[in-house]
């Protein structure tokens, strides 16, 4: 599967989702034990290599007893997931993006894509990134046994770059779910394990650590060259940074913690080439847990619609806005015609012909008595606490005075 440079961008609609590039993994650079290497001078003045430090090495010894319990607790939760499309005509390709034959296949079923997923339940609900599945014919899950069974789509959500698959036939010996954590309680700093299929090597297990939390992502972008390519796009709340090598066919796996407990689901990287930079986004277990369950009982997830594109107010547009200094918020690009916040008045900025803004429309600085001072808080505040059809109070800076503005969301479009 290749791998898609996304960036985070000024998202259409603020509300809860995700994006990945279809095949992007997340690989994490084990963290380099400290150096354990003293020296002596012997009688004769000669140096000779000292014995390790009892307890730095104990300590090495410890931690890598924790990685291999980790993934002899982890792997058998993790799937390799194969993807085959339909040959829509003569084809100069084969599987998997090898050499064809040239031959007319039309209608012949190909392996084109790779990704993972990890198991949910014992009923065989496996979950992944929705780009992994986008536009497939056929599906085959294959377990850390090596066992591959068929598999059945069961609901996908765009916005947020989850998708649930279900297989058939498998036993439950191979039916290991995974041990939900907590990503609201993820720390920066905190070591953690991602395993996954990159470059269709699976059950590949990689460490890193949380490189930063509350970052934002753009959904709504496949990475399958088979799916839409005009879906609506939205910025995905609270994503977990890390330093894991992220690479094609870990998007969809796992990223645990310590105690192996799922925090995230690799789905995006920073990268100018497409493989790993160092800079992978994993979309936290919080959502995992919120959007699972609805497309596993509804096929789809529904989530708040505030109908803006926004960005922060930074010092540079404090200062082309004329603005207070130190004024923070999230200055309202733009307005989606017919959406909620039309409907409630909020004004967009006027911009030029680039797209930069000459003057200032609303700037929200708060949500329903809480500060807002970047669009990532806007954008979390709205996934963590709304519903479509619920009211929220918006403060409002516009033409210098502060404002409430009452909006009752709507339901984010998928399509």
């Known amino acids: 599967m290749k791998s898609t440079k996304l960036l985070p961008i000024i998202v259409v609609a603020v509300s809860v989702l995700l994006n990945a590039c279809s095949g992007t993994g997340l690989s994490l650079a084990a963290p380099a034990p400290a150096a354990i290497s003293n020296s002596t001078t012997q009688s004769n003045g000669a140096s000779a290599p000292a014995a390790a430090n009892p307890q ?43 050499p064809g034959n040239g031959q007319n296949n039309q209608g012949q079923v190909v392996p084109v894509a790779e990704g993972s997923g990890f198991v949910w339940d014992a009923a065989g609900h496996i979950v992944t990134n929705n780009h992994v599945v986008t536009g497939a014919a056929r599906i085959t899950v294959t377990f850390s046994d090596g066992s591959s069974y068929g598999a059945t789509l069961v609901g996908t959500d765009p916005n947020t770059d989850l998708a649930v698959i279900q297989v058939t036939g498998a036993p439950a010996s191979v039916l290991k779910p995974i041990t939900m954590g907590d990503s609201t309680q993820v720390k920066v700093g905190e070591m953690v394990v991602a395993i996954g299929n990159p470059f269709g090597l699976a059950n590949t297990m990689t460490t890193g650590i949380v490189s930063a939390i509350a970052r934002s992502i753009q959904a709504g972008i496949t990475g399958n060259q088979n799916g839409p390519t005009n879906a609506p796009s939205f910025s995905i709340p609270d994503v977990i940074q890390t330093d894991a090598a992220i690479n094609p066919g870990n998007s969809g796996g796992v990223l645990v913690d310590m105690s192996g407990a799922l925090i995230g689901v690799p789905s995006q990287i920073e990268s100018q080439s497409g493989s790993n930079s160092g800079v992978g986004f994993a979309i936290p277990s919080a959502i995992v847990n919120k959007v699972v369950p609805q497309l596993i009982s509804k096929g789809v997830a529904v989530h708040s619609f505030l109908g803006i594109s926004g960005t922060s107010v930074t010092p540079d547009i404090v200062s082309v806005l004329n603005l207070k200094t130190g004024q923070q918020g999230v200055l309202v690009a733009s307005v989606v015609a017919g959406g909620p916040a039309e409907k409630a008045g909020l004004k967009a900025a006027k911009v030029d012909t680039s797209g930069a803004p000459t003057a200032a429309g609303d700037i929200i600085t708060g949500i329903d008595g809480k500060t807002i001072t970047t669009f990532e808080d806007l954008v979390s505040y709205l996934s963590d606490n709304t519903q479509p059809g619920q009211s929220v109070t918006l403060n409002v800076l516009r033409d210098g005075k502060d404002s409430q503005v009452q909006v009752t969301l709507g339901t984010q479009p998928t399509h």
């Open 56 to 98: 730095t090495a104990a300590d090495i010894a410890s931690l890598q007893s924790a990685y291999e319990a980790i993934y002899q607790a982890v792997n058998p939760s993790v799937v390799t997931i194969e993807i085959g499309s339909r040959i829509s005509g003569t084809s100069g390709q084969g599987p998997l993006g090898r």
